[in-house]
């Protein structure tokens, strides 16, 4: 997923890119709301984690905003505010989920999880693809029993493909979902990332559609 984080909080927000990253996912980390606002005029995100006290403004007037504007982004906030008071207002100002700081990391891991299950329409974490079975909580891949293992990358393309059954991701669509504005890439990457799946799914579980894109065949 390509993620937007709002933290001003430098040890933990590079503690959370770092983190996120590790598990397959691009990450954009604005440190201030004019920033993020900025990011959010050239991105479409698949997820916003989001702190509530940012030296700019609140977060939750800047959330209640995108919903008012039709932006129907998961938002997951990150804050130390832990009053129910506040929980209730950042719920109430359209928040998928809240997380009180400190946090385990792996904690934020399931409820990122969680959250893009809940809104691909698909909450039940395992999916049957031909004769794979695919387990997105626990991120592993069976064929008869037998683990598949796959790289963050892999992962993340085939949660991409598995969330849009049937819709065909441009090589720049698949780009924006893997990378972040300062990641360096070659020209071809996404070829490979899509012969390497192909690979371990079946070689024609992934069709190429001509001068579009990709898109999965059979879920």
Do not use: C
């Amino acid at each position: 997923m390509r993620i937007l984080l709002i933290e001003d909080d430098v040890p933990l927000g590079a503690a959370v890119r770092e983190h996120v990253m590790a598990d397959g996912h691009s990450v954009d980390w604005a440190q201030r709301l004019d920033d993020a606002r900025d990011h959010l005029l050239v991105v479409r995100y698949d997820l916003i984690l989001l702190d509530l006290m940012l030296p700019d403004g609140r977060g939750q007037p800047f959330l209640r905003r995108l919903r008012q504007e039709g932006d129907s982004t998961p938002v997951i906030i990150l804050t130390a505010l832990d009053q129910v008071a506040e929980r209730i207002e950042g719920l109430n100002a359209g928040a998928d989920d809240y997380i009180v700081k400190p946090f385990d990391l792996s904690e934020l891991t399931a409820r990122i999880g969680s959250v893009a299950r809940r809104y691909s329409g698909s909450p039940n974490p395992i999916v049957h693809l031909r004769d794979l079975e695919i387990d997105l909580a626990a991120r592993s891949l069976t064929r008869a029993g037998r683990p598949i293992p796959l790289t963050a990358r892999e992962w993340t393309l085939l949660e991409a493909f598995l969330q849009h059954p049937g819709q065909v991701f441009s090589k720049d669509q698949l780009t924006e979902h893997l990378y972040s504005f300062e990641t360096e890439i070659e020209s071809n990457v996404i070829e490979a990332h899509v012969s390497r799946l192909r690979k371990k799914l079946g070689r024609d579980t992934i069709e190429t559609v001509r001068g579009l894109g990709y898109r999965l065949t059979a879920a």
